[in-house]
């Protein structure tokens, strides 16, 4: 019997941490962090979703007004990825931990080109870290491009086509609103609903776990967590910092819902709880103070 899936966060965009000047869909990067230089925020929450109560809305915007003639104005897609990204220290950790190999990810989505000639698409790569060349190596990957309008939630399928047998450690995959030259302001991609296909041939959902929160963020001494006591009686918290390194772990449960960040760096880390199965349930970004 193959082992269940991973969970990638927040697979029905249900989860958006407030950050002020804008909000972010938990567990996921875009670059929103631009609209603190002057930007749009690309990504945003929206209730025109395929399920539960929310979708990610991915927009197109347009950075200059007065192009020069002949040219399109520059436009800035809505990107949304797994990973995270910190623009103030110019930090990017592309993909999450993810150690099975997949054979197809799907995805719900709507799309809205402007003036009917915008593509957007989704790619898909796994990889893994070789410690003797001390860098990453990618394993397998897809992609999909798709134009048009559709005004009802339609179905994508990414196919992996793997080049190595190595096991993979990390799972990146990524949005965009506009895929190619014609990317136009105004084009719009919403995302709903994720689910993979291993590499045994079964399909399984990305699992939608109960609410967990983490707080304070930022923090300076300790982060606490707030989760359904009953099917998680106990979690492992591990957390890594902005080049994926794993810096440390601990053990929380309903006595002791605490994980102590004193000892750690100042900077950005993402920390993943995982049930007594190892199996990843929560995933989120922290700033240590």
Not at 143 to 168: D, E, K, M, R
Not at 233 to 243: H, I, K
Request: aromatic letters at 10%.
């Amino acid at each position: 019997m193959p082992a269940a899936a991973q969970t990638i966060p927040n697979p029905g965009m249900e989860t958006w941490t407030n950050l002020f000047l804008y909000e972010e869909p938990q567990g996921w990067g875009t670059l929103n962090q631009l609209v603190i230089s002057g930007a749009p925020a690309t990504v945003t929450k929206s209730t025109d979703k395929r399920t539960g109560l929310f979708a990610a809305r991915l927009e197109t915007k347009v950075l200059t007004t007065n192009p020069l003639p002949g040219t399109l104005p520059d436009t800035l897609p809505g990107t949304l990825f797994t990973g995270t990204v910190n623009l103030a220290n110019q930090s990017f950790v592309l993909g999450i931990p993810f150690n099975q190999k997949v054979n197809t990810f799907s995805f719900w989505y709507k799309y809205a080109p402007a003036a009917n000639v915008d593509s957007a698409g989704c790619l898909v790569s796994m990889s893994y870290y070789d410690t003797l060349l001390q860098a990453r190596v990618p394993i397998a990957d897809g992609g999909i491009v798709f134009g048009g309008t559709n005004a009802v939630y339609q179905q994508a399928t990414v196919t992996l086509n793997y080049t190595a047998s190595n096991q993979p450690d990390t799972i990146l995959i990524v949005f965009g609103s506009s895929a190619g030259d014609s990317a136009r302001g105004g084009s719009n991609l919403k995302i709903d609903d994720m689910t993979v296909t291993l590499i045994s041939g079964i399909e399984q959902p990305f699992e939608i776990v109960p609410a967990i929160t983490l707080y304070p963020n930022p923090a300076t001494d300790v982060i606490n967590a707030s989760w359904d006591d009953v099917k998680y009686p106990q979690l492992t918290a591990r957390v890594f910092d902005v080049q994926g390194k794993q810096v440390m772990t601990a053990v929380i449960n309903s006595a002791n819902k605490s994980v102590r960040v004193s000892e750690l760096s100042k900077g950005l880390y993402t920390l993943q709880l995982y049930d007594r199965n190892d199996k990843p349930v929560h995933t989120a970004r922290f700033v240590r103070e």
